[in-house]
């Protein structure tokens, strides 16, 4: 069993930037690919950006070059640094592990509550 705890949401200007944070417990946080996922306001849930073990990574075309995931495994924390933050970024981030280095949520997976992210025009 997992428990994830996102926090850094809040309110920013267009351009800004914002670092998020999952706390994630348990003893073996290290073997999990870790990811954030978002879902806008009307929209479905989607990928952002994931990290294996290693510091692999995968990002979205929407992100790529803005956005930078890293995580601590000493910690058992994961991080998503987001710079140059757009109006269309404003949704609930969520934190998500899993058995699978993929942008694919799988059933099984771990799922925090959530933070919202704001970005003002």
């Known amino acids: 069993q997992v428990q994830l705890v996102e926090s850094g949401g809040g309110l920013v200007q267009a351009g800004g930037s914002l670092r998020l944070s999952c706390a994630a417990s348990?003893?073996?946080?290290?073997?999990?690919?870790m990811a954030w996922f978002r879902q806008a306001p009307g929209k479905e849930r989607e990928f952002v950006a994931t990290?294996?073990?290693?510091?692999?990574?995968i990002y979205a075309d929407s992100v790529k070059g803005r956005f930078t995931i890293s995580r601590d495994n000493a910690k058992g924390t994961v991080y998503l640094q987001m710079n140059s933050l757009k109006p269309e970024d404003t949704a609930v981030y969520y934190c998500?592990?899993?058995?699978?280095?993929?942008?694919?949520?799988?059933?099984?997976?771990?799922w925090g509550q959530g933070t919202l992210v704001t970005v003002s025009s």
């Open positions: 990290i294996n073990w290693s510091g692999s990574t």
């Open positions: 998500n592990a899993g058995r699978y280095f993929s942008s694919t949520p799988r059933a099984g997976d771990y």
């Open positions: 348990g003893r073996t946080f290290s073997t999990y690919a």
